[in-house]
């Protein structure tokens, strides 16, 4: 069974352009969730779908970032335009609902290293 | 709110010395406890995790204590190999819902032969 994959691996950008990061969850999970670390810092949650709805954005820095997850099956997420502090490594995870919003492990990505020059 | 606290690294030793990494953490209720690793070029792999005080977590030769009266989830090996550089996180999730995981920033561990 194919894990959670990202694309791409790396991104080097220059201020203000756009950069959009995709996520392929494993397959059949429902839950998406994205998160960021960056450099010597915390891995912070960013956001979290079930399915193709946003559960819980409360960690998405500003407005800047946009995460979609049409048809409920991968997520991008576009930084638009991208500044220096955006620079980072961006992790995707994925994980099964057990029901009654209990959900199992977390199945991570291995991220995409985003660097705003 | 929630926080998640590790000792600052690199952590260096040689081969089958003894490991421990310190993790401490603050939370609003009863969370569960995990220790991710990144191993060079990978992503995060759960390592081991428990779910509630006294709990102990163990994989590939790693353990880790529940300890609610210290608030700990401190990671430790008898006898670490080369194949063990990488880096641990520590997290916690809520056990409530739809909670996600609060990370540690990491700790990056080198083992010399």
């Known amino acids: 069974e194919a894990g959670v994959t990202q694309f791409p691996s790396h991104s080097v950008i220059e201020k203000g352009q756009t950069v959009t990061l995709r996520c392929d969850p494993i397959?059949?999970?429902?839950?998406l969730y994205w998160y960021r670390r960056v450099m010597g810092k915390e891995i912070k949650f960013l956001l979290h779908?079930?399915?193709?709805?946003?559960?819980?954005e409360s960690g998405m820095p500003n407005n800047r970032f946009l995460a979609e997850r049409t048809g409920g099956t991968y997520s991008t997420l576009k930084v638009q335009p991208a500044e220096l502090e955006d620079s980072g490594v961006y992790f995707c995870a994925s994980s099964q609902e057990l029901g009654a919003g209990v959900v199992n492990e977390q199945f991570f990505g291995p991220g995409t290293r985003l660097t705003v020059l | 709110g929630d926080s998640v606290t590790q000792m600052e690294g690199p952590v260096t030793l040689s081969e089958e010395a003894f490991l421990t990494i310190n993790c401490t953490y603050t939370a609003t209720g009863y969370p569960s406890l995990f220790w991710y690793v990144q191993y060079p070029g990978e992503g995060l792999q759960l390592l081991l995790k428990a779910t509630k005080a006294d709990d102990k977590g163990s994989n590939k030769g790693f353990e880790a204590t529940y300890r609610k009266e210290t608030t700990s989830f401190h990671l430790e090996k008898g006898s670490v190999q080369v194949s063990d550089s990488a880096v641990y996180f520590c997290?916690?999730?809520?056990?409530?819902?739809?909670?996600?995981?609060?990370f540690g920033k990491g700790t990056m561990l080198l083992v010399s032969p």
């Open positions: 397959s059949g999970h429902d839950n």
């Open positions: 997290a916690l999730r809520e056990n409530s819902g739809y909670s996600t995981l609060t």
């Open positions: 779908f079930v399915k193709e709805s946003k559960q819980d």
